[in-house]
């Protein structure tokens, strides 16, 4: 499966250049539209597939604490600048034949750029991503299903950090009209996921992969490991994916992550994975 690494190989050359000097297939469409919170207007980027076919799967993707956009940015917070990771994933999505949608849900609160390493407890509310982030992952499931090229009972969620700590939620959460995603990949989320599920417990209403490393330093893989575990001991249908060496964010494309050993070949398997998982689930 070394060909779909070669998706996250070539998004590491894409320089942060303005939109019109990109090749048209690594600029994205942006997009607009509300989240389920009922008062914010989201932006999206949308990653299309070359090959057009009436009504394929989509995949919704949600940025981690660090925001949608690379940290080169330098203030331009559009299409060309998103980071690294997200144009890989979206362009591999696209190849695979789905549309790829990724929300920006920091941006339009104010915070385009995200927020550094230990900055946890002093995050807004406005961003919590147990009870405000997963209404923008179905903004965008809602928005999804307006397309004519979508095939809406086919759209399945993923997140990264934050981000997935957000797709745990949300699909543990009652969906809008009873008509959620159909599955989800989780990328080394925080598990505590503000103690909502402490009491009742935590089970996804549809099928759930996470993937992490054992060398997180930001996040606990012990937490997720008991999380999941106690999930599937009550019927969820989650597992976890522990990746020995690997770090956060261990599929960057960026060479300071793709250096260690262990976040290369945890990229390679992850992909791999993510990509059987989704064509099993979603189709396409």
């Known amino acids: 499966m070394r060909l779909l690494s070669l998706a996250f190989a070539a998004a590491a050359c894409v320089s942060i250049v303005p939109a019109h000097a990109q090749p048209q297939s690594a600029v994205p469409e942006r997009v607009t539209f509300p989240s389920a919170d009922g008062k914010t207007t989201l932006a999206g980027y949308l990653y299309l597939p070359q090959q057009r076919r009436a009504r394929v799967p989509a995949v919704v993707m949600m940025h981690g604490r660090a925001g949608a956009y690379s ?8 299409a060309s600048t998103l980071s690294k990771r997200h144009q890989a994933w979206g362009e591999l999505w696209a190849a695979q034949g ?57 759209i399945g969620l993923q997140g990264w950090s934050n981000g997935g ?19 989800a990949l989780v990328f080394y989320p925080a598990c505590g996921l503000k103690d909502a599920f ?27 490991k008991a999380l999941v575990d106690a999930s599937r001991e009550s019927g969820g249908d989650i597992t976890i994916k522990l990746y020995a060496g690997a770090t956060h964010s ?25 990509v059987a998982f989704f064509r099993q689930r979603l189709g396409g």
Request: proline content about 8%; glycine content about 10%.
């Open 198 to 224: 402490k009491d009742a417990g935590y089970k996804p209403y549809a099928p759930t992969r996470v993937f992490m490393g054992t060398a997180d330093e930001e996040v606990s893989p012990k937490r997720c």
């Open 250 to 274: 261990f599929d960057d494309p960026g060479a300071k992550r793709q250096s260690v050993e262990a976040n290369a070949e945890a990229t390679d398997d992850a992909v791999e994975r993510a």
């Open 71 to 78: 940290s080169a940015a330098n203030g331009v917070y559009e």
């Open 98 to 154: 789905y549309v790829a949608l990724m929300v920006d849900g920091f941006g339009p609160r104010g915070y385009p750029a995200g927020f550094p390493r230990h900055s946890y407890d002093s995050r807004p509310e406005a961003l919590n991503e147990v009870t405000v982030r997963p209404l923008d992952a179905y903004g965008a499931l809602a928005y999804l299903r307006t397309r004519s090229e979508v095939d809406g009972a086919r």
């Open 165 to 183: 700590s957000a797709t745990l939620a949300a699909m543990a959460a009652t969906p809008p009209g009873g008509k959620g995603f159909v599955a």
